[in-house]
């Protein structure tokens, strides 16, 4: 299937990609366009460096190359969204929530991820891969899930190693639905519910499971604090 194509394709750049001859360095961006530009103009395994501070506007990354976005360790992008695109996101501050769309492989490294207020943290709707490293933060906006998985129109498999958390206010930790036979979750980070005056939020909510889905716990799960418990 694509999506199966897709993730063998991804797994080899990130292994390989230093490797590659043909791999160069663009950038940095310091604003949005000149991001889209270089998305534009990049190859397989070229790193795009971002500086500062930019907003997305409602055109998402997309690119058949196979990329890696890095920051400086300041940089900070509002309203990201990838769709149909295989790229790797190293240090860099998301606000106003992530996206991911389509048929996509994203790899988090060093990223902190914050919802929007009412928004998850991270959405993904579609298929592809989704690696989140254990040096990884992704919290939802008030009251919002932190990451929300939903399978659409292609194998999926997810790993989650970093700590997600759900928005203050009861947001749930990471909501999946649907999860088909041909997906597959493992679950080795740290997730929790957002705290509430009145009710923490759960930890881990799961609808629409394919009797032949495939979800390991592997690490800690629990509800957020409140007066009634989560």
């Known amino acids: 299937?694509?999506?199966?194509?897709?993730?063998?394709?991804?797994?080899?750049?990130?292994?390989?990609?230093?490797?590659?001859?043909?791999?160069?360095?663009?950038?940095?961006?310091?604003?949005?366009?000149?991001?889209?530009?270089?998305?534009?103009?990049?190859?397989?395994?070229?790193?795009?460096?971002?500086?500062?501070?930019m907003t997305a506007t409602e055109e998402a990354i997309s690119s058949p190359?196979?990329?890696?976005?890095?920051?400086?360790?300041?940089?900070?992008?509002?309203?990201?969204?990838?769709?149909?695109?295989?790229?790797?996101?190293?240090?860099?501050?998301?606000?106003?929530?992530?996206?991911?769309?389509?048929?996509?492989?994203?790899?988090?490294?060093?990223?902190?991820?914050?919802?929007?207020?009412?928004?998850?943290?991270?959405?993904?709707?579609?298929?592809?891969?989704?690696?989140?490293?254990?040096d990884c933060e992704i919290t939802g906006g008030k009251g919002a899930t932190g990451v929300s998985v939903s399978q659409r129109g292609g194998d999926l498999y997810v790993s989650v190693e970093g700590n997600i958390r759900g928005g203050e206010g009861g947001g749930s930790g990471m909501e999946v639905s649907p999860l088909s036979e041909y997906g597959t979750m493992m679950l080795a980070g740290t997730i929790r519910g957002g705290n509430d005056a009145m009710m923490g939020g759960t930890g881990l909510n799961l609808f629409g499971l394919s009797g032949n889905a495939f979800i390991t716990v592997a690490g800690s799960v629990r509800g957020g604090r409140g007066a009634a418990g989560g």
């Open 1 to 53: 299937m694509k999506a199966t194509r897709a993730l063998v394709l991804f797994l080899l750049t990130v292994l390989l990609c230093p490797a590659l001859a043909s791999a160069g360095t663009l950038g940095p961006a310091l604003n949005y366009e000149e991001l889209l530009d270089m998305v534009r103009r990049a190859k397989d395994g070229d790193i795009l460096l971002v500086s500062g501070e």
């Open 65 to 134: 190359a196979l990329l890696q976005i890095s920051g400086d360790g300041k940089a900070v992008l509002h309203r990201l969204h990838i769709s149909d695109s295989s790229v790797v996101l190293s240090d860099v501050e998301l606000r106003d929530s992530l996206t991911i769309s389509g048929i996509s492989n994203v790899e988090l490294r060093t990223v902190r991820v914050e919802g929007a207020p009412g928004q998850s943290g991270l959405s993904l709707v579609g298929g592809g891969t989704l690696l989140i490293d254990g």
